[in-house]
């Protein structure tokens, strides 16, 4: 079974520009959750999609946005880049079971996209 | 909103010894995640732990959690190169919705030949 698929890998930006981020996850998951790493604020949650609905969302700006498609895959968007924004952005995917099946909300990672904001 | 503290944040160890990484919860946990990280990649799911005393063991490392102290350790008996990354414990808080981990600023583990 394929893992959670993220591309690019690495992506350079010049401040003011727009970046769009892809998310595959695994084979038969719903949810698809995005996270932001650092260095400084290490790994916060950006948002949540399940079933093309957000059903989460972190404390990050309106720039920061995403969608999901019928078939599961996501997309992040993050318009008018700022420095700050240089990051490994992760998405992980689950079966996103009801609350009483928590074993089933396993998150599994991607690699992850290195964004530089230059 | 739920704060994990992991500590210590590094960790250097000889080869062979054995070594543990704790990380304590501002609340109540429901459920405990293991993930070991290598610099700049995704995530590996390690382990998950539900009830208060529960132990689960893979391999070389071992995790329990403590619901009464909100703790979770993780534990690596002679400890090898492969076991070099950052661990991170990531917490489900029954509040935050599905899907949603709180995570810790992460151990970084170097292990020395």
């Known amino acids: 079974k394929a893992g959670v698929t993220q591309t690019p890998r690495y992506l350079i930006k010049t401040r003011g520009q727009q970046v769009t981020l892809s998310c595959s996850p695994i084979?038969?998951?719903?949810?698809v959750s995005w996270y932001q790493q650092t260095p400084g604020q290490g790994l916060q949650f950006l948002f949540e999609?399940?079933?093309?609905?957000?059903?989460n969302k972190g404390n990050f700006p309106g720039r920061f946005s995403g969608r999901q498609f019928s078939n599961s895959r996501s997309e992040m968007n993050v318009s008018t880049l700022e420095l700050g924004d240089s990051a490994l952005y992760l998405c992980?995917?689950?079966?996103?079971?009801?609350?009483?099946?928590?074993?089933?909300?396993?998150?599994?990672f991607g690699a992850g996209t290195r964004l530089s904001v230059l | 909103s739920q704060e994990l503290e992991q500590s210590p944040q590094s960790l250097i160890v000889q080869e062979g010894k054995n070594l543990t990484i704790n990380c304590t919860s501002s609340?109540?946990?429901?459920?405990l995640y293991w993930y070991k990280q290598k610099y700049g990649e995704g995530l590996i799911f390690l382990m998950m732990?539900?009830?208060?005393?529960e132990e689960k063991s893979h391999e070389k490392i071992t995790a329990k959690l403590d619901e009464k102290k909100q703790q979770s350790s993780l534990h690596i008996t002679a400890s090898q190169p492969s076991h070099a990354g950052i661990y991170l414990c990531?917490?489900?808080?029954?509040?935050?919705?599905?899907?949603?981990?709180?995570f810790g600023k992460g151990t970084m583990l170097l292990v020395s030949p």
């Open positions: 992980a995917s689950s079966l996103a079971a009801p609350r009483t099946l928590i074993a089933k909300n396993i998150q599994y």
């Open positions: 999609y399940f079933s093309e609905t957000q059903r």
């Open positions: 084979s038969g998951h719903r949810s």
């Open positions: 609340k109540t946990l429901y459920g």
């Open positions: 990531g917490a489900d808080s029954r509040y935050s919705g599905y899907s949603t981990l709180t």
């Open positions: 732990l539900q009830k208060g005393g």
